[in-house]
């Protein structure tokens, strides 16, 4: 038996709204990027789209109910910006922000504390047109987004992120043209990267006008290892790594700066932003959420871009469905690494999650995942582990509540602690689920 959590600590699951909502044009709602670039044929696996994905537009309060059962005290989730300004801007759609009203009513009245993201890479296609993140007019955009957002929520919402994954936005659709809107460019890339912090940074001080609880900025690290034998090249490839993926985002967020490294990867691309703009991306936030999966054991690698460093399998490694390695000592290295670098901010693990194989329907009511199980036990224990180790950690979520679009991996592969049939929508909570509600009821003491 371990000692349990610090009390107060927060149980979660994360969720995005256009992965699990459906409906995406019900009541008012404006097109997305996302809405339209799962139309471009090639983008997704299979042409999956977000139509109706797991149907929460509409089976929210059952969804609710099925979080109580599983004795969640938080869920994180993200507001649409096409369905509360159906143009990005100008007028606020009653409808679609009604939606988001009801759904934290819900939570409250089941003991579920709202964790709300701002931005979780959807954006409205009509912002998009004008260039979207690209536009030097986006920050303030969003800044008034988030505005329509707290005047509406802040009396019940205590917890608000900014932004999810800005390297994700910037890598996968400006950069590498995976994810909305398919860019490949490692000039817009750049640019895209500072507009992103500068929205971060202008919606929370429109939060600091007239909120009331705190706001906070969520990124995604991956952690960059070398092996054994690394050669200096080798070390220098994962520093490169490290800055453009790591610390890219936090480090203007929270020291006023961008590591001079970014130079190095970007070229000629990266822009020489004044020095008072860069200094004006520090605003004070009031926690940091970690997305956490996997650690990269790199080598240097030249025709690796735009950071010659090359993933490197490890023997006897147990990997997901995505080809990521299960390493839970890296989540609680990483939670000391952000504590001890970035001023002893309390932290959250905003998401923790495998994609592991799952059958398309449950059998007899059951759905078995031991592998997400263990998955989920380790990493928790990573957690208490970096609590130990002196980390302000207060909360934790599973990423996801249910099976879902996984953007454009289409819905091949299940991260869900809840299986979907997405021929009949039927919610099965799997062993894992089942697990996690255990660890709540036991505040983590039964690891």
């Known amino acids: 038996m371990r ?19 459906g409906s995406p044009l019900a009541d008012g709602a404006g097109v997305s990027n996302w809405h339209r670039f799962v139309r471009t044929p090639g983008r997704v696996l299979g042409g999956d789209t977000g139509d109706v994905a797991c149907d929460h537009y509409r089976r929210m309060k059952s969804d609710v109910a099925l979080m109580r059962e ?14 509360v300004l159906p143009a990005g801007r100008g007028a606020v759609n009653a409808a679609g922000l009604g939606f988001y009203e009801r759904l934290v009513d819900e939570l409250l009245a089941a003991g579920i504390q709202p964790l709300v993201t701002l931005h979780h890479w959807d954006l409205p296609a009509a912002l998009d047109d004008r260039g979207g993140w690209l536009n030097p007019d986006m920050p303030d955009w969003f800044a008034d987004y988030a505005q329509v957002c707290y005047r509406a929520l802040d009396d019940r919402v205590k917890m608000w992120v900014t932004l999810n994954e800005p390297w994700v936005i910037a890598d996968g659709g400006f950069m590498h043209g995976a994810l909305a809107p398919g860019h490949k460019s490692a000039y817009e890339a750049a640019i895209v990267a500072h ?20 706001i ?15 050669t200096d090249a080798d070390r220098h490839a ?31 691309a990266w822009p020489d932003w004044p020095a008072a703009e860069v200094e004006a991306l520090k605003q004070p936030i009031d926690f940091l959420g970690l997305n956490y999966y996997t650690r990269a054991v790199v080598r240097h690698d030249p025709k690796a871009w735009p950071v010659p460093a090359a993933p490197q399998r490890q023997p006897g490694g147990i990997y997901t469905e995505t080809g990521w390695e299960l390493h839970p ?11 001890e670098r970035y001023g002893g901010l309390p932290l959250y693990v905003t998401e923790n999650g495998a994609a592991f194989y799952d059958p398309p329907v449950a059998v007899e009511g059951r759905v078995d995942d031991p592998l997400r199980v263990h998955y989920l036990r380790t990493h928790i224990a990573a957690v208490q582990d970096a609590i130990a180790r002196g980390a302000d950690v207060r909360g934790y979520c599973a990423w996801s509540l249910f099976d879902n679009l996984e953007w454009a991996l289409g819905y091949a592969k299940r991260f869900g602690l809840v ?18 509600a255990e660890v709540i009821a036991a505040h983590g003491a039964n690891l």
């Open 3 to 21: 000692q349990p959590f610090p009390p107060g600590f927060l149980w979660g699951c994360a969720t995005s709204a256009y992965q699990i909502e």
């Open 70 to 83: 599983l004795g969640l005290t938080a869920y994180r989730f993200s507001i649409a910006w096409n369905r």
């Open 195 to 214: 507009r992103l912090m500068q929205g971060h940074a202008r919606a929370v001080q429109a939060y600091r006008a007239g909120g009331r609880h705190q």
């Open 216 to 230: 906070g900025l969520v990124v995604n690290i991956e952690p960059k290892h070398v092996p054994a034998d690394a």
């Open 238 to 268: 994962a520093h490169l790594a490290d800055a453009y993926m790591n610390r890219q985002y936090l480090d203007p967020a929270l020291l006023g700066s961008y590591p001079e490294a970014l130079r190095e990867v970007f070229g000629d």
């Open 329 to 339: 000592q890296s989540l609680a290295d990483t939670l000391v690494w952000m504590h």
């Open 419 to 436: 299986h979907v049939d997405f021929q009949t929508l039927q919610r099965t909570p799997k062993a894992s689920a089942r697990f996690y």
